[in-house]
């Protein structure tokens, strides 16, 4: 599986910005984290491939939508009024196999394939 991610850059705060991370191989979910200076690795979206079902950090909902295109293996992140303190890499990542159970879609070591990170600046 090889994950190809794109779509980051510099916004104001309170602009938009959309990720897409393209996927090849059977994928059972895919997700964004991201990792912020001297930060740890944070969850920030999930979607379940054959259920379709989405899932959201508390700090992102409302504002990011996760969404995915089937025929092109793609998952986007939509991220609206952006704040600073979402500043970060963001990285995608892709559990190939077996799905994934709700539970566990905020854990990194969920996932078997992560992309290059792309980053998103929002400034104040």
């Known amino acids: 599986v090889q994950l190809q991610a794109s779509g980051g850059g510099l916004v104001q705060a309170g602009g938009s910005l959309r990720l897409s991370c393209a996927a090849s191989g059977r994928i059972s979910a895919m997700g964004w984290f991201r990792q912020a200076p001297g930060k740890e690795r944070e969850f920030v979206a999930a979607?379940?491939?054959?259920?379709?079902?989405?899932h959201y950090a508390d700090s992102v909902k409302g504002r990011f939508t996760i969404s995915r295109d089937n025929a092109k293996n793609t998952v986007y992140l939509q991220m609206n009024s952006l704040k600073p303190e979402d500043t970060a890499i963001y990285l995608c990542?892709?559990?190939w196999g077996n799905g994934i159970i709700v539970s566990a879609v905020a854990t990194p070591l969920s996932y078997n394939n992560w992309g290059q990170g792309t980053l998103v600046t929002v400034s104040s």
């Open positions: 979607i379940r491939w054959n259920v379709g079902s989405t």
């Open positions: 990542a892709a559990k």
